[in-house]
């Protein structure tokens, strides 16, 4: 079974500050990761994804995520936070064979401090 | 293109009541997944539906229900609500649910027990 464990449930930071988010996940075969984001009052949207090559990508809003294999981690990192990033962030995991299934993170809360 | 949409957005029912809620995905996206959202237990995989069968199915009671027309629309059914089924009913859809695949999410139902 899949698993996705989310580090940090409440992160707060100042503009500006620099961002990592960890995630791991739990799952023997081969994955597909994704980050993604949920601003108050709206719907969840896709951050950023990995299917497969370069372990480092690149999302919308200046996110970045690095794909870890040994290490069953895909954590999601900015450089420079801003305001408008004040959201709730899920990790998620679904397996290649199977992906209409995904498990996801418990989310991690972000408060960006103007 | 429209995004996902799901109806109605908020609902309040009675416990023992049942109640049905729809998802209409994106144009010519197959598989409709259904996830309960809650503070406490943050995303859960309800099912999955593609091509008007269900293709995986999560840890829930046989209460939860759902089925896929052959537009691909889905609904989900809650027979004999209990206050815990209070949650975000988030429904998303992807092209194909397999291999390289991400999901869009709809706004959500909001259903309340009382």
Redesign the interface.
């Known amino acids: 079974a899949q698993s996705v464990s989310q580090h940090n449930h409440h992160v707060i930071l100042s503009e500006a500050a620099s961002l990592e988010l960890g995630c791991n996940y739990s799952y023997g075969g081969t994955v ?1 990761l ?1 980050w ?1 984001v949920q601003y108050p009052g ?5 951050l950023l ?1 990995y ?1 497969s090559g370069d372990p480092l990508v690149k999302g919308i809003k200046g996110f970045e995520a690095e794909f870890i294999k040994s290490k069953f981690s895909f954590n999601l990192r900015k450089p420079s936070v801003q305001w408008s990033d004040t959201a709730e962030y ?1 990790c ?1 995991v ?1 397996a ?12 991690t809360t972000l408060t960006v401090k103007p | 293109k429209a995004g996902v949409t799901q109806t109605p957005r908020y609902l309040i029912k009675t416990r023992g009541q049942q109640v049905t809620l729809s998802c209409s995905p994106i144009s010519g996206h197959r598989s409709v997944s259904w996830y309960q959202q809650t503070p406490g237990q943050g995303l859960q995989f309800l099912f999955e539906y593609f091509s008007e069968t269900q293709r995986n199915k999560g840890n829930f009671p046989g209460r939860f229900s759902g089925r896929q027309f052959s537009n691909s629309r889905s609904e989900m059914n809650v027979s004999t609500l209990e206050l815990g089924d209070s949650a975000l009913y988030l429904c998303a859809s992807s092209l194909a649910g397999t291999g390289l695949t991400e999901a869009f999410f709809g706004q959500g139902t909001r259903l309340t027990v009382v």
């Open positions: 597909n994704f993604y709206q719907h969840l949207q896709l994804k299917f899920f998620a679904n290649k064979t199977n992906a209409g299934k995904s498990t996801f993170g418990d989310g």
